[in-house]
């Protein structure tokens, strides 16, 4: 990290976010993982002596947990991902709150590709002015279009975020 960076705090936010990343994802899961395997065999299986016979030893248990478990576990999540309402619930919130979906993201779109759809948008514009080929709602619908475009390129909102961001 560069010196000037540490006066923006966003490298702050950044940090927080990549630290619940890999904390909930790898640390937790990893514990979690061997924290349910340890759970079950302790306090379930050494207690009852016929699963005791079953699993003498804790290594065992825990491999065919984990051949049996680790394919289940891909199942579900396939059903979550491809049959289930339940993702794509989660994807719909997920772009609610995407402060993107209503601005220019920065890069490319904000410095070259929206300047060159403004451009085009005022050539066929002044066009089909010439020809005469608008109606008095196209002119007016294309003049919003430009003031929303315009207002992109200025690093503002359009539509209705449900709480604006700054960067």
Not at 13 to 38: A, Q
Not at 88 to 108: C, Q
């Amino acid at each position: 990290m560069k010196p000037r960076d540490f006066a923006n705090p966003r490298w702050i936010y950044r940090s927080w976010y990549y630290f619940r990343l890999g904390y909930s994802t790898y640390l937790t899961f990893l514990l979690g993982y061997v924290s349910t395997l340890i759970t079950v065999y302790y306090l379930a299986i050494r207690n009852m002596p016929t699963l005791l016979d079953v699993f003498p030893h804790f290594l065992e248990f825990a491999v065919l947990a984990t051949v049996l478990g680790a394919p289940l576990a891909v199942f579900i999540g396939w059903i979550h991902l491809k049959r289930s309402k339940l993702f794509s619930s989660e994807l719909d919130i997920g772009i609610e709150s995407n402060p993107y979906n209503y601005k220019l993201a920065p890069g490319y779109w904000k410095e070259a590709f929206a300047p060159i759809m403004l451009v085009q948008l005022r050539i066929l514009k002044r066009m089909s002015e010439t020809k005469d080929l608008l109606s008095d709602s196209e002119k007016s619908e294309i003049e919003e279009l430009e003031k929303k475009m315009v207002i992109l390129m200025k690093g503002g909102y359009v539509g209705s975020p449900r709480r604006e961001l700054n960067f």
